[in-house]
């Protein structure tokens, strides 16, 4: 069984600035705090098409993720390795996020999109968020009868960490327009 959500946020803040915070939310000291299960960032390859008007860059997310204890037993990790492709598209002002695990695939499936465009409502000034995830847990024998409850327990999990992870783009939008600004945030 597959679960998936979708969930849809307005930042109120031009696409400029929400892509931008997209970039430095790892980065901030104040996020690793908010964002402690992400233990690592890792740019493996960027490729700028300057007559497309695109940047690609692919990164490599490490992630605490602890389940339940006796999936840590079967698994016998609650260490995740993930792969972040990112599209850039300045002309048509999208931003693009696929991300999936590449470890633990045996045992569990993720896979996380986040597309940023200016909100049709006020294209200049908002930014409008929809992201989908889709979470599958591979049924093994020993697993079998927990598999719909494991999936929904990632699933609660990762609405949590999405939360979190609007709280800290909120927080780099608003440092970013006092940094523009002139004033320290």
């Not at 908010?34 to 007559?51: A, C, F, G, R």
């Not at 990112?86 to 569990?108: G, H, P």
Request: glycine fraction near 4%.
């Amino acid at each position: 069984m597959v679960r998936a959500y979708a969930q849809e946020h307005t930042y109120r803040h031009p696409w400029e600035r929400v892509t931008s915070a997209s970039w430095r939310k790892f980065a901030d000291p104040e996020n690793k705090r908010i964002l402690s299960h992400i233990l690592e960032v890792d740019t493996l390859n960027h490729k700028l098409d300057s007559q497309a008007g695109k940047l690609y860059t692919t990164r490599a997310i490490t992630i605490h993720a602890p389940g339940p204890w006796f999936v840590r037993k079967i698994v016998g990790q609650d260490i995740c390795h993930c792969v972040e492709s990112t599209v850039v598209d300045a002309q048509s002002r999208s931003m693009q996020l696929a991300t999936r695990n590449i470890s633990l695939q045996k045992y569990i499936e993720v896979e996380e999109k986040i597309r940023y465009d200016p909100h049709p409502d006020n294209p200049n000034g908002w930014t409008i968020c929809r992201q989908e995830t889709s979470i599958r847990i591979k049924p093994l024998s020993a697993l079998a009868s927990m598999a719909e409850k494991v999936e929904q327990r990632c699933v609660e999990k990762f609405q949590q960490n999405s939360v979190k992870g609007r709280e800290v783009m909120e927080r780099m939008c608003k440092y970013l327009e006092a940094e523009s600004t002139g004033f320290s945030a």
